[in-house]
């Protein structure tokens, strides 16, 4: 399995303000993914983040709200721009070690925008 | 159309029964996989099947690539059990498609 882990777990900010996401493995791995989930509704793909190539994003997502980086094997971090209440969900990161097809899933960060 | 069908929604069991959810694919899935995300948010990963069953204590799972569906057996249901229960099947671009949840009680 791979551990990841997330900063913050959660967070309140203002609308219009732009927080980071920070997600780590604990050993290196090859995509990093991003998802969205509102309260008692399922996952949603965002974004998938390979090392050292811009983040491909899913219908619905764009770069421009969300950008992402992945500057190496075991780190990428999620911002979400111009924050809306909308927005306010559960951001988490999730991983497969090398080889390996089961995924694994970071804590999650719990976004609230006032 | 939803790729992935998940069902029942929600389901209470008393502990000790048993149950099963399932999940039906529109399309061909390599793999499935199956998650329980607990109370406080947290996803554990169950399962990864890309054929036949598999068995992890009291829960087992089944995946049919041919006739499209996964379940997931849960025998002798535990407080422990409680959460949401998620399948996922493999997309094209090997992505996770989604099924809809099943909220999970269990009951003294």
């Known amino acids: 399995s791979v551990l990841l882990y997330q900063k913050p777990n959660r967070d309140i900010c203002q609308s219009g303000t732009s927080l980071k996401i920070q997600c780590v493995a604990d050993s290196q791995v090859v995509s990093m993914f991003w998802y969205q989930q509102f309260q008692e509704q399922s996952l949603m793909l965002m974004a998938t983040?390979?090392?050292?190539?811009?983040?491909?994003?899913e219908s619905g997502f764009t770069k421009d709200k969300f950008p992402i980086s992945r500057p190496n094997l075991t780190f990428s971090t999620l911002t979400v721009n111009n924050a809306r209440p909308g927005d306010s969900s559960i951001y988490f990161c999730?991983?497969?070690?090398?080889?390996?097809?089961?995924?694994?899933f970071g804590p999650g960060t719990r976004l609230t925008v006032l | 159309g939803d790729q992935v069908e998940q069902s029942p929604s929600a389901l209470s069991l008393h502990e000790g029964t048993s149950s099963a959810l399932r999940c039906n694919f529109t399309t061909t899935t390599r793999s499935v996989q199956w998650f329980r995300q607990n109370s406080r948010g947290s996803l554990i990963n169950l399962f990864y099947l890309a054929s036949g069953t598999k068995e992890n204590g009291r829960l087992k799972s089944a995946f049919d690539s041919k006739e499209l569906y996964s379940t997931l057996h849960i025998r002798d249901a535990q407080l422990e059990d409680s959460g949401t229960y998620f399948c996922?099947?493999?997309?094209?671009?090997?992505?996770?498609?989604w099924g809809s949840g099943t909220k999970l009680i269990i009951k003294p």
């Open positions: 983040a390979n090392e050292g190539s811009e983040a491909t994003y």
């Open positions: 996922a099947a493999e997309g094209s671009n090997y992505q996770l498609i």
């Open positions: 999730s991983s497969s070690p090398r080889g390996v097809y089961e995924q694994y």
